[in-house]
């Protein structure tokens, strides 16, 4: 069997850059606390848990005081750097600067705003780039996650579309076109293409590098939004994609008769993992 790890899977600049800054801080002092999961992989957040690093929620912010809080890569809301000042902790600040660059955008959006104008976000409710976007209008930005979101929107009020930095291309496109063909005569609607190029650009590539091998593993974590929406372009061109969290879920059952893998992942899955798994395939066919 010939196996081939997708070159162009893996963390993007923006987690990268966040967890060379989690391992500087842990090799200068040995312990630092991350807000959230630094990344939506367990078996990367395990590695650097091993090495000092701490991930706590929000609420565990009002309990620490003098201590060093990383950022991680998806951002934050303007109240979780007051707060941070209150308690006197430090910012490791992690944020992607694509995330940091949309955040002052949509700011300064809201800052002036015409009467009765809304913004909406195009971004998935609850995650955690889109609450950072969110807070950067005082909670008052609409979140619509698909076309059926968009009832919430009233269209005799003018409208700026932004989107997360994550979502998809053609998702975008969609939404635009249907706030063009329900909104008033004479209200004004205004949309700004936000999605990070470096994530989207990869769908052709992913779509590809899937169609060119008989069975793909696709590793991701389980709380990777991302991972399910490139899982679905792999299984989109090949029925026989898999997704997996780590080596040991692969199912020998998947690699019969198969002369070419390939294996491929999120964002958030690490390089090293992907290795792990192909070392695995090679043992369970003997390569």
């Not at 999961?37 to 367990?42: A, G, P, Q, R, Y």
């Amino acid at each position: 069997m010939r196996i081939e790890i997708d070159e162009a899977s893996g963390f993007c600049n923006g987690v990268v850059s966040a967890i060379r800054k989690a391992e500087s801080e842990l090799d200068e002092s040995g312990t630092l606390y991350c807000l959230g999961d630094i990344v939506h992989n367990s078996d990367e957040v395990d590695r650097l848990c091993r090495r000092g690093l701490v991930t706590i929620t929000h609420a565990d912010l009002n309990s620490l005081e003098g201590v060093k809080v990383l950022l991680r890569a998806h951002g934050e809301p303007p109240s979780t750097y007051s707060l941070a000042r209150e308690r006197n902790i430090e910012i490791i600040d992690a944020t992607c600067p694509v995330v940091l660059h949309l955040q002052r955008r949509i700011k300064e959006s809201y800052d002036s705003l015409g009467s009765g104008e809304q913004i909406v976000i195009y971004g998935k409710r609850g995650h955690a780039e889109v609450n950072g976007l969110v807070g950067q209008t005082r909670g008052e930005a609409i979140v619509v996650e698909d076309v059926e979101g968009l009832s919430q929107v009233d269209f005799s009020r003018d409208i700026t579309l932004y989107s997360q930095t994550t979502k998809s291309i053609d998702g975008f496109k969609e939404m635009i076109a249907e706030i063009e063909r329900r909104k008033s005569s004479g209200t004004r609607f205004r949309y700004h293409d936000t999605i990070c190029r470096q994530v989207a650009n990869r769908v052709p590539r992913l779509r590809a590098f899937a169609a060119a091998h008989q069975v793909i593993l696709f590793v991701s974590g389980k709380k990777s939004s991302n991972g399910k929406f490139l899982y679905a372009e792999c299984s989109a061109v090949n029925p026989r994609t898999y997704l997996i969290s780590n080596p040991e879920e692969i199912n020998p059952d998947w690699l019969k008769g198969a002369a070419t893998l390939g294996i491929c992942g999120a964002t958030s899955t690490p390089r090293w993992l992907m290795e792990n798994v192909r070392e695995r395939v090679g043992l369970l066919t003997n390569i």
